[in-house]
């Protein structure tokens, strides 16, 4: 009986998402291999294709496979398969990249260095110990130095370095894992190091020098721990806490605790700085804190320093005060004792990322940069509109028909320097994906630069202008990340920060809004007190609290220490007279009571005085609280004011005093929900960065983006989204 002949097929498969520097095309050809599929795979502006030749049921579990087991790093958004006209494959091919005049690819973040490759650099007999630039498909730069799409070498900043014999034969190899690895080099034919030897660099920390090194995203500046005084004083940082580079993570527990949550993901592909709880206080590191920001070695190069070192190190970006990371070679000259550098530019500088933990395990991004940027959220939307974001803890955000992409962390405004950096990491970023804004969203404020310079930009392109409310734009990122966008059931939104431009023309800050079936309406908020000197109330919490105690004469001796006779008698003139400018701002409601507490009257750096209160608070737990009544849309903070008083001249432990008032604010909300008749919440802004109070809230959170200002951007599509919807 003759045989059934197999009927072959020509298929095609195109998958999108995150699938460019995450091994994807080797993954494809090993599971060819092992299928015996005849083909080819290549990458393209718009993701991965697949030609092949199969039966229809080998192509349906080829295609399966593939969807269903992608490499860890990959993030697939969309997938299909169809049939194609016949071809004669005679291999399984791997296919150079195409370009394109557009775009829909999923930029992939920088890979922590990899177990496997930590454990080459430190093996003595492998042909890559101790070599700074060791990567493969699993680790490695990524979007810092993509300079062109689709992801091959000869669009990134290595295009300059040829590989060797032998690494060539590891990119042809489809068993290694340097298969088609476009950063894949070693010591014959790498990155050119410019700058000391490592024991140079060993030696300048241990005589307490300064050592700026090149990192993936920009410099870094590190000094042994001891020498914290040093440091602060050429950044002009006298109390701003350092993050500290620990060798080992059992380095880092002999200071701090350490959570299995915070260990893996101080171990992970991101290796972001890590807020941990001190063992003991480290004033030199943290002063006036209980948490201390700890970061392993996450490149090769940090990882041969670090290890030979073999001490903690202080680590902090390479920039002054109010100026973004430095990542050019010419503007790191001079900048420390010794500066090393390495020949591999950086296209798109960015910070480390920053991240804690509720004690419910809860994860607070608290700045998104290297390792997480840029972030994609999974979006129908109209292609080409840009978001401008906000003027502090600045992000951009860009649309896709299927994604909106959010930039990674940019600095505050208010230096020529950030809203260069700004500009030109904008106009990088949409060279690069081909895009052309016809849509523009600003922030209501006139006086932002983000504002400005998105007018300017509609002016010159003819795109269509739009202004979004601040705190609207706080809800709708937290909507948007939840998929609650089409939520039909009213949520509730608690969107506490600092400061943001109100509709009425004063500044918000401690919001209540509901959304129900595509509408948002501010539904509460603080009741008003004076924004006493504008925005200089913001970086003085003594401000904030005489402003509060307005309205209880007799009770301001408790601050008066804070100020001179000239200055106290100039704000009350200010106070008695008339005040246009009123706040809401829950951001200054906990400046103020730090300042009542005792904690700092002035800050040094934003949101020092509500940490330094926090960590006051050490391990005391109450469930007592002020009463916070609610009148119609305006929450009454007096009572509040007045029990901090008394508590405070009773002599109450401040650390006692300020859980009550966190503990208020958890029964606040649950007050909120029962008056509004709400049984879902989402919360925002960035009074929500602290873990304490997060932790005693249940709902809705940021889980992509920080509850800071960088979520502005998401927000503002999330909220043109449901104007056009």
Same mark, same amino acid.
């Given at each position: ?42 990458? *393209? ?47 399984? +091919? ?29 093996? +003595? ?57 476009? +950063? ?43 020498? *914290? ?32 949550? /915070? ?85 798109? @500088? ?68 950030? /809203?260069?950096?700004?500009? /030109? ?104 007190? @004076? ?51 009123? +706040? ?105 960065? *602290? ?35």
């Amino acid at each position: 009986m003759a045989g059934i002949k197999k009927i072959v097929n020509s298929y095609h498969i195109h998958i999108s998402g995150r699938v460019q520097g995450v091994g994807f095309r080797p993954f494809v050809a090993r599971v060819a291999k092992d299928l015996h599929i005849l083909g080819a795979v290549s990458n *393209s502006p718009d993701g991965v294709h697949i030609a092949f030749n199969a039966s229809a049921g080998e192509a349906a579990h080829f295609y399966n496979t593939i969807i269903s087991q992608p490499p860890v790093h990959a993030l697939i958004t969309h997938h299909h398969m169809r049939p194609a006209p016949l071809f004669p494959f005679t291999t399984f +091919t791997i296919l150079p990249g195409t370009a394109a005049s557009a775009t829909s690819l999923l930029l992939t973040p920088d890979i922590a260095l990899c177990d496997t490759c930590r454990r080459e650099l430190n093996n +003595t007999s492998n042909r890559r110990y101790q070599y700074a630039f060791t990567t493969c498909t699993n680790c490695g730069p990524r979007y810092s130095i993509i300079r062109a799409l689709p992801y091959e070498r000869e669009n990134t900043s290595m295009s300059h370095l040829q590989q060797c014999e032998d690494c060539n034969e590891e990119y042809l190899n489809s068993a290694d894992r340097r298969f088609h690895s476009e +950063t894949n080099s070693c010591p014959e034919c790498g990155v050119p190091v410019s700058g000391p030897s490592l024991q140079e660099v060993d030696d300048c920390l241990r005589k307490g020098g300064i050592l700026a090194v090149k990192g993936i995203g920009g410099y870094l500046l590190l000094c042994d721990v001891s020498q *914290s005084s040093v440091m602060r004083t050429k950044k002009n940082r006298p109390q701003k806490p350092f993050a500290v580079l620990y060798p080992t993570l059992e380095q880092a527990a002999e200071d701090v605790y350490l959570t299995a949550q /915070e260990s893996l993901e101080l171990l992970g592909p991101v290796a972001p700085v890590v807020l941990c709880k001190l063992k003991k206080p480290a004033e030199g590191l943290a002063p006036g804190l209980d948490r201390l920001g700890v970061i392993l070695p996450y490149s090769p190069l940090l990882q041969l320093i670090s290890s030979r070192y073999g001490k903690p190190l202080i680590a902090t970006s390479a920039n002054g005060h109010g100026v973004p990371i430095i990542y050019k070679d010419e503007d790191a000259v001079g900048i420390a004792d010794l500066v090393l550098s390495f020949d591999r530019e950086i296209v798109f @500088p960015q910070d480390d990322s920053v991240i804690c933990f509720t004690s419910k395990g809860r994860r607070i991004i608290l700045r998104g940069g290297r390792g997480l940027a840029p972030v994609y959220l999974h979006k129908h939307s109209r292609d080409g509109i840009l978001a401008m974001g906000a003027e502090l803890k600045s992000t951009f955000a860009l649309t896709g028909e299927d994604y909106w992409l959010i930039s990674q962390y940019l600095g505050s405004h208010g230096t020529l320097e950030t /809203e260069e950096r700004f500009e /030109e990491t904008l106009n990088n970023l949409l060279q690069l994906l081909h895009k052309r804004p016809v849509q523009i969203l600003t922030d209501m404020h006139p006086g932002y630069f983000v504002s400005r310079l998105g007018k300017q930009m509609a002016g010159v392109s003819g795109a269509t202008l739009t202004t979004i409310q601040h705190h609207k734009a706080h809800f709708g990122a937290v909507l948007a990340e939840n998929n609650l966008l089409q939520q039909r059931h009213p949520v509730l939104g608690i969107i506490w920060d600092g400061a943001g431009y109100g509709e009425d023309e004063q500044i918000w800050g401690g919001e209540v809004f509901v959304y129900k079936e595509g509408q948002m309406k501010r539904v509460g908020h603080l009741d008003y007190f @004076p924004q006493l000197m504008g925005d200089k109330m913001n970086k003085e919490p003594r401000l904030s609290a005489l402003a509060l105690l307005q309205n209880f004469p007799g009770r301001h001796g408790i601050i008066r220490h804070y100020f001179t006779d000239q200055e106290w008698r100039y704000y009350h003139q200010l106070l008695h007279g008339h005040i246009a400018l009123k +706040t809401s701002s829950m951001g200054r409601l906990l400046d103020g009571v730090a300042a009542i507490l005792g904690v700092t009257g002035i800050n040094t750096y934003e949101g020092e005085a509500v940490m330094k209160m926090e960590a006051c608070i050490g391990d005391v737990v109450t469930h007592t609280y002020y009463d916070m009544p609610i009148y119609g849309d305006l929450i009454q903070w007096r009572p509040l004011i007045l029990g901090v008083m008394d508590d405070v001249e009773r002599g109450m432990d401040k650390g006692e005093i300020a859980y009550k008032v966190y503990y208020s604010l958890a029964n606040l909300v649950a007050k909120l929900k029962r008056h509004f008749q709400t049984e879902k919440v989402a919360f925002s802004g960035g009074v929500f960065q *602290s873990p304490l109070l997060s932790g005693m809230m249940q709902g809705h959170f940021h889980r992509m983006l920080s509850p800071n200002d960088e979520c502005i951007a998401a927000g503002q599509l999330a909220c043109f989204s449901i104007q056009n919807d």
